[in-house]
């Protein structure tokens, strides 16, 4: 008798708890930092009983070591377009998405998406989360302090010419830990190709960033460039756009006199979409397609970009964008920004190896 009531002592929660966690389901959400409205996983979950298990990463190369080493356990992860989700496309590591259960796709701008379909032919494997440019972030009371006469127009000159980032060292400069978001903007600006695999032209690259490193404080991922830019501690940074403005809105919130501006590179920015995709192994993809129609309604997407301050390929969203950030040209680039900007594309491999050696040797300043 005895034995058998610690039997069932002991079976009792266990028959009752699996029971109770199957009927749960969990969508393993890996994003960028920073990157929604902690608003809309809260709605999804109440309006679906989908819990979300969310992750972040701030840098692409974090995330491709992740899914390259194969079973993340992730049912959504957001590459950008060029070069990694090309990438992950090309080594069969993505799965198609079944548009069957994505009766939001209609809302995506066919012209936005057909920027990325040279990679993703008939876009079939991947939607437009989030866009943007990779330009500077400058903390303009400090920097006009400094050096009244500096310029603000955008050109990288501001941090990346020696003298002038050694003039501006003192307030902190830093440049974004990517070797794919920086070299290109870095080649453009040396007047190469920003997709140039050639050697000497990597070189030439490498040079040009060894000779500010010693006048940066750091070459932070997002997550952390974000921050450092929100609290004054740096004054120029190259990043990505909606990065800084971001900062910029939580800096003017603290009111302690941070005032920081995105400035866009006049000649050419480099332009990246980011995608939504769903890892070939993803343990949960029905759960990940309804998130990517959840996504893909107009008041969901304004409400992650009036937070985020990043512009989406949903068009109908734009009304419901809070106003600040509607009409803010640099949360939306005018078309003729657009027209000067490019995408990179994907380095060859070989090139690839020349690039991340090069990286390594800019971090650690050697
Ligand atoms: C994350 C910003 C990532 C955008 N805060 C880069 N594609």
């Not at 992730?74 to 990438?87: H, K, M, N, Q």
């Not at 009244?148 to 307030?171: F, Q």
């Not at 998130?291 to 997407?301: A, N, S, Y």
Request: aromatic share 8%; hydrophobic share 45%.
């Amino acid at each position: 008798m005895h034995r058998f009531v610690l039997l069932a002592c002991l079976l009792l929660p266990a028959l009752l708890l699996p029971r109770a966690a199957a009927a749960e389901t969990v969508l393993n959400v890996y994003n960028w930092s920073d990157y929604i409205d902690p608003a809309v996983i809260a709605r999804f979950e109440a309006q679906t009983g989908i819990r979300i298990r969310y992750d972040v990463y701030d840098s692409l190369e974090t995330l491709e070591g992740k899914l390259s080493a194969g079973r993340s356990g992730y049912d959504i992860v957001v590459p950008t377009s060029e070069p990694t989700f090309a990438r992950l496309v090309r080594a069969g590591a993505l799965q198609p998405l079944d548009r069957a259960r994505i009766p939001n796709w209609r809302n995506l701008d066919p012209a936005l998406m057909q920027r990325v379909a040279a990679t993703d032919p008939g876009n079939r494997f991947g939607a437009i989360y989030l866009w943007g440019t990779v330009g500077l972030g400058v903390r303009l009371d400090r920097v006009r302090a400094l050096w009244p006469e500096a310029p603000l127009t955008g050109g990288l000159d501001l941090l990346l010419k020696p003298e002038n980032a050694a003039r501006l060292a003192s307030c902190g400069l830093a440049v974004i830990d990517s070797a794919t978001d920086v070299l290109p903007s870095v080649l453009a600006w040396l007047g190469k190709d920003p997709n140039s695999a050639d050697p000497a032209d990597l070189r030439a690259a490498e040079q040009a960033l060894l000779a500010i490193r010693p006048h940066l404080r750091a070459i932070p991922g997002s997550g952390a460039m974000l921050d450092m830019l929100a609290s004054g501690e740096i004054c120029a940074a190259l990043t990505y756009s909606g990065d800084v403005i971001q900062a910029a809105a939580r800096a003017r919130e603290a009111g302690k006199g941070v005032e920081l501006r995105y400035l866009v590179p006049p000649g050419g920015a480099h332009l990246w979409f980011d995608m939504l995709a769903v890892p070939a192994d993803a343990p949960n993809p029905a759960a990940a397609f309804a998130f990517i129609d959840f996504l893909l309604q107009p008041e969901i997407m304004a409400a992650i970009t009036s937070k985020v301050r990043y512009p989406n390929a949903v068009p109908a969203s734009r009304p419901l964008v809070a106003e600040a950030v509607r009409e803010d040209p640099n949360v939306y680039p005018p078309e003729a920004a657009l027209a000067h900007a490019f995408v990179p594309g994907t380095p060859a491999q070989g090139a690839e190896r020349l690039r991340s050696r090069l990286w390594n040797r800019f971090r650690t300043g050697r």
